[in-house]
């Protein structure tokens, strides 16, 4: 068990609830960052009193300079900022919680000092998935996923990892399950945010409703436990009560099962090795509704074929693939472009940027840059 971290996006969604648990386990902060929030950033800073802080926005760092002068903090700014609270001594782990490929470089700062990353920005690992997990592989350092099914599959792999046939990660099928090209042409983000199962930030709740998220984790899946495209099958279980599954070599399958709230997986990459008792509700199997499974209809789901087809076809396809969605969920968010846009000009970025190679950090950051980019002249 860890006894220090550092919380990158810690005014988010897993940020808060990572703060949460760091609060009920008794370790100490050392460092926080957010973009922007820097109202509910220094409510944080107040109350766990972490040596440093970081603010990707110059002038919202500014005014929190301002407004903790009175505290012993360092306050950064920029990627360096994010950075250097990646790095900072003093804290065991870190927890990525940040949304987006912002993570990726400050990902790589804390393997390089070998802390545990606690692993939810799924996007630094579709990005650059052979790149981080080479880096940990050398330093030595503990990846431990935050992700519900992920770390669900690093639960049921313990001491089996060289018995496994096969992944089946489940996911809800998010809340436009079973709908049309033509009755999601009118969602608005609104309703997209809106999940059945799972309260989250804004561009997650997006992708679960796009199916793009359960894409991201199938590539995620192929990196942290390094099994091929094939060896993962995607199961549609509405009521997220299974958070995934093993099937061992002789047939066995093993399931973690435990109420959709995600402070658990954070509490565990934290405990990890060990377990610690949480405050959260407990299943009940005499009052549990049915529990169901069915194959997802890629003819519905088109943005967790395409991503699919990305990890089978390798290259930047699946940097590029998540930089561009990145971009229009944003657009989407912004009320800028229509729901099936998003999948319309993140199949536009792969096919015209996808067979650029990804074999360095410089490759797969122009290839980001590069999907933005073209996403935003599309739009114009
Ligand atoms: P939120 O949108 O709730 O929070 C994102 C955090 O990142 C905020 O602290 C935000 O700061 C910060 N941030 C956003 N953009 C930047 C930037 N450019 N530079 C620096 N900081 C930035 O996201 P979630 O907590 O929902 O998700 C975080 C990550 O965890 C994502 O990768 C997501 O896929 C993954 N994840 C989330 C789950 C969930 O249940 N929410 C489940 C599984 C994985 P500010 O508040 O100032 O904007
Ligand atoms: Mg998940």
């Known amino acids: 068990m860890v006894k220090s971290i550092s919380v990158l996006g810690a005014t988010g969604s897993i940020g808060r609830q990572s703060l949460e648990a760091a609060a009920?386990?008794?370790?100490?902060?050392?460092?926080?960052?957010?973009?922007?929030?820097?109202?509910?950033?220094?409510?944080?800073?107040?109350?766990?009193?972490p040596r440093f802080a970081a603010v990707y926005d110059e002038a919202a760092a500014q005014a929190l300079r301002t407004a903790t002068a009175d505290l012993d903090i360092e306050i950064g700014s920029g990627m360096e900022g994010l950075r250097h609270a990646a790095a900072l001594d003093g804290a065991d782990a870190v927890v990525t919680a940040v949304s987006g490929s912002v993570g990726l470089q400050p990902t790589l700062d804390a393997i390089a000092q070998k802390k545990r990353i606690c692993l939810a920005n799924k996007e630094t690992l579709v990005c650059a998935g052979g790149l981080v997990m080479a880096a940990a592989a050398a330093q030595g350092a503990e990846i431990v996923p935050v992700d519900s099914e992920h770390s669900a599959i690093f639960q049921c792999l313990e001491g089996r990892r060289e018995q496994l046939h096969k992944l089946l990660l489940t996911g809800s099928g998010g809340p436009f399950r079973g709908w049309t090209?033509?009755?999601?042409?009118?969602?608005?983000?609104?309703?997209?945010?809106?999940?059945?199962?799972?309260?989250?930030?804004?561009?997650?709740?997006?992708?679960?409703?796009?199916?793009?998220?359960?894409?991201?984790?199938?590539?995620?899946?192929?990196?942290?436990?390094?099994?091929?495209?094939?060896?993962?099958q995607v199961v549609v279980h509405p009521q997220s009560v299974i958070h995934s599954m093993v099937e061992l070599i002789d047939g066995t399958v093993l399931a973690q099962l435990a109420v959709p709230d995600m402070g658990l997986p954070?509490?565990?990459?934290?405990?990890?090795?060990?377990?610690?008792?949480?405050?959260?509700?407990?299943?009940?199997?005499?009052?549990?509704?049915?529990?169901?499974?069915?194959?997802p209809d890629l003819a519905k789901t088109p943005c967790l074929g395409l991503a699919?087809?990305?990890?089978?076809?390798?290259?930047?396809?699946?940097?590029?693939?998540?930089?561009?969605?990145?971009?229009?969920?944003?657009?989407?968010?912004?009320?800028?472009?229509?729901?099936?846009?998003?999948?319309?000009?993140?199949?536009?970025?792969?096919?015209?940027?996808?067979?650029?190679?990804?074999?360095?950090?410089?490759?797969?950051?122009?290839?980001?840059?590069?999907?933005?980019?073209?996403?935003?002249?599309?739009?114009?």
């Open 266 to 295: 954070i509490q565990y990459a934290m405990t990890w090795p060990k377990r610690a008792p949480s405050p959260y509700e407990r299943l009940d199997f005499w009052k549990m509704r049915d529990m169901t499974f069915e194959a």
């Open 308 to 380: 699919m087809d990305c990890a089978r076809k390798g290259g930047a396809r699946s940097c590029v693939m998540s930089a561009a969605n990145e971009a229009a969920v944003a657009l989407f968010l912004g009320h800028r472009i229509g729901f099936n846009d998003i999948f319309d000009l993140v199949t536009g970025a792969v096919d015209a940027l996808g067979g650029h190679s990804a074999d360095t950090l410089s490759d797969i950051l122009d290839a980001d840059a590069a999907a933005r980019e073209f996403v935003h002249r599309k739009t114009q």
């Open 181 to 232: 090209r033509e009755q999601t042409a009118s969602v608005t983000p609104e309703q997209a945010v809106r999940h059945p199962n799972w309260s989250m930030g804004a561009k997650i709740s997006v992708d679960s409703a796009t199916m793009m998220n359960k894409g991201l984790e199938y590539i995620e899946a192929m990196h942290l436990f390094a099994v091929s495209p094939d060896d993962i």
């Open 24 to 49: 009920r386990l008794g370790l100490r902060v050392e460092a926080l960052t957010a973009q922007k929030s820097i109202k509910l950033l220094e409510k944080q800073i107040r109350r766990f009193r």
